[in-house]
């Protein structure tokens, strides 16, 4: 794969530092590999070794960490011996209202979607048998419309399925409702589709459930896989569902993962140790994730650094902090660069007003005693922190807790102030 070329302006950089953009395809030569010690490896030797073609993963990670796009990659390299299906909840659910059945729904069409790709007829029995049930519960007035031939007619029939499930609130309800009465003959056509596609390409079918991490409401999450968990397993293939990390330190969600084959958490990349020594794979890491994006000589030294240093080791933070830099630099200078280390402190000063306006004292108590060299205690504030980044887990959570660098000076502004 050729290298991807660097932004050589700061509006080109403004453009190429785009956190939300996709990951896949050509945006997938600016991958760049993790330290082994936060990397996904020990997941996808679990995968390829485990010869099971129906297991089930949670696979969980700070907001942020990056684990989109590993699960991209995993996607790559196990797509050689797997017929890989990649669902994202981001833009395919409402992730202020969603629950464990729009996920089968949509799960369903995409597996179908996949099936007809992968060249079968849409009159095959197997494959006609899980039309009919979207005919009668899902599309109403459609019908045939999953007849589609494979190509952009197909995906614009799940779009526009995906569309009612994630903006028409009565719709959804609708759905829900019918769905949730005969979810067992929707899992039953779906498992056959599943075994037969399984035959028909020669590879184990993988589904990889992406951003449900990223569900605003923690307890809506819980209560999708309390409520689900049973059905979620369901499906007669791979599965690797992404849950918010906050959520694996809750008590009600351990019986849930015992269900589960496994449990991994994506480490987060870490630039010091636990005793503020530098950790240098992970800060050179995350230097060429810039770089391979920006031109060197588009930022100074020191605003890589302070990029580095302030993003905590999250990737997405890392990107978006280059980018608000961007955003300055060209308001103050136009095109020129180089951005400077005053652009990133105001880029800075920008997430840390948010941060300021979102956090109350009780979070400010725990982090203080976070800050002060305390133990991790498993707590609603401690949870509250996890998910809104405040707290960050090092070394997958198992050795040490570090107080998200950007809100460290505020926590000793509010130490400062009681101390007066």
């Known amino acids: 794969?050729?290298?991807?070329?660097?932004?050589?302006?700061?509006?080109?950089?403004?453009?190429?530092?785009?956190?939300?953009?996709?990951?896949?395809?050509?945006?997938?030569?600016?991958?760049?590999?993790?330290?082994?010690?936060?990397?996904?490896?020990?997941?996808?030797?679990?995968?390829?070794?485990?010869?099971?073609?129906?297991?089930?993963?949670?696979?969980?990670?700070?907001?942020?960490?990056?684990?989109?796009?590993?699960?991209?990659?995993?996607?790559?390299?196990?797509?050689?011996?797997?017929?890989?299906?990649?669902?994202?909840?981001?833009?395919?659910?409402?992730?202020?209202?969603?629950?464990?059945?729009?996920?089968?729904?949509?799960?369903?069409?995409?597996?179908?979607?996949?099936?007809?790709?992968?060249?079968?007829?849409?009159?095959?029995?197997?494959?006609?048998?899980?039309?009919?049930?979207?005919?009668?519960?899902?599309?109403?007035?459609?019908?045939?419309?999953?007849?589609?031939?494979?190509?952009?007619?197909?995906?614009?029939?799940?779009?526009?399925?995906?569309?009612?499930?994630?903006?028409?609130?009565?719709?959804?309800?609708?759905?829900?409702?019918?769905?949730?009465?005969?979810?067992?003959?929707?899992?039953?056509?779906?498992?056959?589709?599943?075994?037969?596609?399984?035959?028909?390409?020669?590879?184990?079918?993988?589904?990889?459930?992406?951003?449900?991490?990223?569900?605003?409401?923690?307890?809506?999450v819980r209560d999708l896989f309390l409520q689900g968990a049973n059905a979620l397993l369901e499906p007669a293939c791979r599965i690797i569902y992404t849950v918010p990390f906050a959520l694996s330190y809750t008590n009600d969600f351990q019986q849930v993962r015992l269900t589960f084959t496994r449990f991994y958490a994506l480490p987060n990349v870490k630039t010091r140790e636990e005793n503020g020594q530098v950790y240098v794979p992970g800060v050179n890491m995350l230097r060429e994730v810039l770089h391979r994006r920006v031109d060197p000589t588009l930022l100074t030294q020191e605003a890589t650094d302070w990029l580095i240093e302030y993003s905590g080791g999250l990737l997405k933070e890392l990107i978006s902090l280059a980018r608000s830099s961007v955003v300055v630099a060209r308001r103050l200078r136009g095109d020129r660069g180089p951005i400077n280390a005053d652009d990133v402190g105001y880029a800075v000063q920008q997430v840390q007003n948010t941060y300021r306006a979102l956090l109350t004292e009780k979070h400010y108590h725990e982090l203080a005693r976070i800050l002060g060299g305390g133990r991790f205690v498993n707590s609603p504030e401690a949870m509250e922190l996890i998910h809104n980044l405040s707290l960050l887990a090092y070394d997958g959570g198992k050795a040490w807790w570090g107080v998200h660098p950007i809100v460290r000076p505020l926590v000793e502004e509010w130490k400062h102030e009681r101390s007066v």
């Open 1 to 220: 794969m050729p290298e991807p070329r660097q932004a050589q302006t700061l509006k080109e950089a403004y453009a190429v530092l785009d956190p939300l953009r996709s990951l896949s395809g050509e945006w997938m030569k600016f991958y760049v590999e993790r330290p082994k010690e936060c990397s996904i490896v020990g997941l996808q030797d679990e995968l390829q070794l485990d010869p099971s073609d129906d297991d089930k993963t949670i696979f969980t990670g700070p907001r942020g960490s990056g684990k989109t796009t590993e699960l991209r990659r995993l996607e790559e390299t196990l797509g050689q011996d797997h017929l890989v299906v990649f669902l994202n909840v981001e833009e395919m659910l409402n992730l202020g209202d969603i629950q464990y059945t729009d996920l089968l729904v949509l799960l369903g069409l995409e597996v179908f979607k996949a099936a007809r790709k992968a060249g079968f007829r849409a009159d095959e029995k197997m494959l006609s048998q899980l039309r009919f049930w979207y005919e009668e519960h899902v599309l109403e007035k459609e019908k045939g419309a999953l007849s589609a031939e494979v190509g952009v007619e197909l995906d614009m029939v799940v779009a526009r399925i995906s569309g009612q499930v994630k903006s028409d609130a009565p719709r959804r309800e609708i759905i829900r409702s019918k769905t949730q009465a005969n979810l067992s003959v929707l899992l039953e056509r779906l498992n056959n589709v599943l075994q037969e596609l399984r035959k028909k390409v020669g590879k184990r079918v993988l589904v990889i459930v992406d951003g449900l991490d990223k569900v605003y409401d923690l307890n809506q």
